[in-house]
Structures are given as C-alpha cells and as structure tokens.
C-alpha cells in the first residue's frame, strides 16, 4: 500500500517561487518513479514533471526551465522547486507514485498552488 503525502501549497504572486514536497511510504518497486501532476478547474491531470530512483527525470515543456524536481530516496521523499510562477500554473498539484514512467496508481490528496497579483 503505498501513501503519498503533499506539502508546500499555497498563495504565490506571479514570478514567486514555491516548493512542493511529498513524503511516500510503500515498497520498494512501487516508488520506483515518482513525479508531479497538476489539474486546473475544467482541465484534464498533466504531468509536471517525474524523476527516477536512479536520478532521471522528465520535465513538460511548461516547466522546463522554471521547475526541477528532485528527489531523496533515503526519506522517500520528492520536491518540485518551482520558480517564475504565472497564473496558468495555478492548480491543485498531484504527487503521484509507480513502478516506471506510466502514470502510477498512487495518488496523494493534493496541494493546491495559486498564483495571483
């Protein structure tokens, strides 16, 4: 049984900067990627960003240059470092949890990141 748990949220102006955690519990194989989806209002889920056990990630072009994920596999846990924050970066993000760069099965409850003037 895996368990993800998000932190990190909250109010941001445009060009601020945020950082998301997410601390997993679960076996081995499970997390062996993790990564960052986000869902805006009358949106589908997309990927932010996913890192594997080994240090390989993979980045959507809207965060490229401006987000790094990053990743401490002796706490289990993940980060998104997130910079230069526009409002179409608002949105209730998702760490997510899975044996290979599919989307996992395993979700956490959400952090939601809003950002306004």
């Known amino acids: 049984q895996v368990q993800l748990v998000e932190s990190g949220g909250g109010l941001v102006q445009p060009g601020g900067s945020l950082r998301l955690s997410c601390a997993a519990s679960g076996s081995f194989f499970s997390l062996n990627v993790m990564g960052w989806y986000r869902q805006a209002p009358g949106k589908q889920r997309e990927l932010v960003a996913a890192?594997?056990?080994?240090?390989?990630?993979n980045y959507a072009d809207s965060a490229k240059g401006r987000f790094t994920i990053s990743r401490d596999n002796a706490k289990n846990t993940i980060y998104l470092q997130m910079s230069d924050l526009k409002p179409e970066d608002t949105a209730v993000y998702y760490c997510?949890?899975?044996?290979?760069?599919?989307?996992?099965?395993?979700w956490g409850q959400g952090t939601q990141v809003t950002v306004s003037s």
């Open positions: 997510n949890a899975g044996p290979n760069w599919a989307r996992g099965d395993s």
């Open positions: 890192i594997t056990r080994g240090g390989s990630t």
